[in-house]
């Protein structure tokens, strides 16, 4: 199997990849709290940036406040900013949670579209809250492309794009169809869990024998930048002028 940048992907090692990932991640299923499509289209606006811990904090009191997509769509933007600030960037994202239930109303009868065309029309909405959306509530695979799913795919050298939509489109042609969804949130959980940004827990990784990154941070070939110590004040003063 190759990717979009035509690196050749051993299907073996793919496979094995799988089993692992089912292995270890069995409870494929998004952390946002939800009871609804409109539920989990907010949750995920207001994940951006910020953790699934503290959007579940938010949105307990935000959804009995506004209860569907016509409710959001009435709100008051202060007063939707007031629940949602601790999220952080609350105010764009009041803006597109208002602006999204707006044309849910307008266009959708107020209901969740189960289309990826139809949901990347949505104000805030792009192909990943999409994909969450449509594999987590109506059983549509899709690949979900965020942070860790983009450094974690590029470490097991499944991809070599940084692009979202690219790295999407990657995957989409190495994993089988039916575990889009299930796969793109179990990356997300080792991202987290092990796959950390910074400095990866490859001692304590089950793919590390199947990872070439993992391969250069164990041989001390790759890993976290040294920060440069700061110059003393004696250094950066300009020279004294003597007479």
Request: with cysteine.
């Amino acid at each position: 199997m190759a990717n979009r940048t035509g690196k050749t992907v051993d299907p073996r090692r793919m496979e094995r990849i799988l089993a692992l990932l089912d292995e270890h991640y069995p409870e494929s299923e998004t952390a946002l709290s939800h009871e609804n499509p409109v539920q989990l289209l907010v949750a995920t606006i207001l994940s951006a940036q910020c953790t699934d811990a503290r959007v579940n904090l938010v949105t307990p009191a935000l959804f009995r406040k506004y209860p569907d997509a016509r409710a959001f769509a009435r709100a008051n933007l202060r007063e939707l900013e007031a629940l949602i600030r601790s999220t952080g960037f609350f105010r764009s994202k009041a803006r597109n949670i208002r602006e999204c239930c707006r044309k849910l109303v307008e266009d959708f009868a107020g209901e969740v579209p189960p289309r990826l065309e139809d949901l990347i029309t949505l104000p805030g909405v792009g192909r990943k809250t999409a994909n969450v959306v449509l594999g987590s509530c109506f059983g549509i695979p899709g690949i979900t492309v965020d942070t860790h799913v983009g450094r974690v795919s590029r470490r097991l050298g499944l991809t070599r794009h940084e692009d979202p939509v690219k790295v999407e489109f990657d995957l989409m042609k190495l994993v089988p169809e039916s575990r889009w969804s299930s796969f793109s949130l179990q990356l997300i959980l080792h991202g987290r869990r092990i796959c950390i940004s910074r400095r990866p827990l490859c001692e304590a990784c089950f793919l590390r024998d199947l990872c070439p990154y993992s391969a250069l941070i164990l041989q001390g070939k790759v890993g976290p930048r040294p920060r440069k110590p700061a110059l003393s004040a004696a250094k950066t003063a300009p020279p004294r002028r003597t007479v």
